[in-house]
């Protein structure tokens, strides 16, 4: 097992904090890449957190954790509705995946009710604010304790 989450985020996720805070919270990027080392810091794992707009940046990310990665949190935003593409690099991921998405996508518009990921990922939280990534790295340490 390699000794790194991958923490991806996709498009606008760079404006987290800044971007509708009444919907998305007061926390940034920042704040989640510290939430998710605490709780892996003891584990002997450490989080690599990234952010891009360009979907080719995601799935070449998802590629590279196929080598290094032992689990992968991913918030891909508007990819989630849209990225057939990023749905088949983690197919080809053979760890733990959990979809974070910071708002609940399901109240929202309907064409946000609908995420290719979700048909990867072994768990979906939503609208649970950044917290949703703390809980979603406990869970990937979770799966792989129970795989180990």
Not at 17 to 44: A, F, M
Not at 49 to 78: C, F, K, M, T, Y
Not at 107 to 118: A, G, L, P
Request: proline share 3%; hydrophobic share 40%.
């Amino acid at each position: 097992m390699t000794d790194t989450i991958y923490v991806l985020n996709g498009p606008n996720m760079n404006l987290l904090g800044k971007r509708q805070p009444e919907l998305y919270g007061y926390e940034t990027l920042n704040d989640v890449e510290k939430l998710c080392s605490k709780i892996v810091s003891n584990e002997g794992l450490k989080i690599d957190l990234r952010q891009s707009n360009n979907e080719a940046d995601l799935i070449d990310w998802i590629h590279e954790a196929r080598e290094s990665g032992a689990g992968i949190v991913i918030n891909p935003a508007a990819f989630s509705h849209t990225s057939i593409a990023i749905m088949d690099a983690l197919i080809a991921f053979e760890g733990p995946v959990i979809e974070v998405h910071v708002s609940n996508i399901h109240k929202r518009e309907t064409f946000r009710h609908q995420s290719y990921v979700s048909l990867r990922a072994d768990g979906v939280i939503a609208g649970l604010g950044v917290r949703g990534y703390e809980f979603a790295v406990m869970k990937i340490l979770e799966i792989l304790k129970k795989n180990d």
